[in-house]
Nanobody, 124 residues
Framework: QLQLVESGGGLVQSGGSLRLSCAAS????????IGWFRQAPGKEREGVSCISKRDGYTYYADSVKDRFTISRDNAKNTVYLQMNSLKPEDTAVYYC?????????????????WGQGTQVTVSS
């Protein structure tokens, strides 16, 4: 059974960068499509980015397009989310999630495997 653990969150000033990691164990990550989601206090969980299992398809929410980059290193069983030009409105708990197969989606209901989340706080 796939298990996911996020890391790399923290406190950063507006305009700064962070790289989140989603490390997998229990199964090969290249069997799964992976999504990154975030949830700010009082808000619904939002799909930020996702990446397919093998064909290189990626998706970005409009709010992060051209600032965030998702990538995967199947040899390291890890998916990354590089976040640049961070804004205070990016402050949230960030989660990675996995679903078997190639198709990635930004819809949280499409994922059955979730990490515990990592806090990202961007100060103004």
């Amino acid at each position: 059974q796939l298990q996911l653990v996020e890391s790399g969150g923290g406190l950063v000033q507006s305009g700064g960068s962070l790289r989140l990691s989603c490390a997998a164990s229990g199964s090969r990550l290249d069997h799964y499509a992976i999504g990154w989601f975030r949830q700010a206090p009082g808000k619904e969980r939002e799909g930020v980015s996702c990446i397919s299992k093998r064909d290189g398809y990626t998706y970005y929410a409009d709010s992060v397009k051209d600032r965030f980059t998702i990538s995967r290193d199947n040899a390291k069983n890890t998916v990354y989310l590089q976040m640049n030009s961070l804004k205070p409105e990016d402050t949230a708990v960030y989660y990675c999630a996995g679903r078997p197969g190639n198709v990635a989606t930004a819809n949280a209901s499409g994922y059955g495997i979730w990490g515990q989340g990592t806090q990202v706080t961007v100060s103004s």
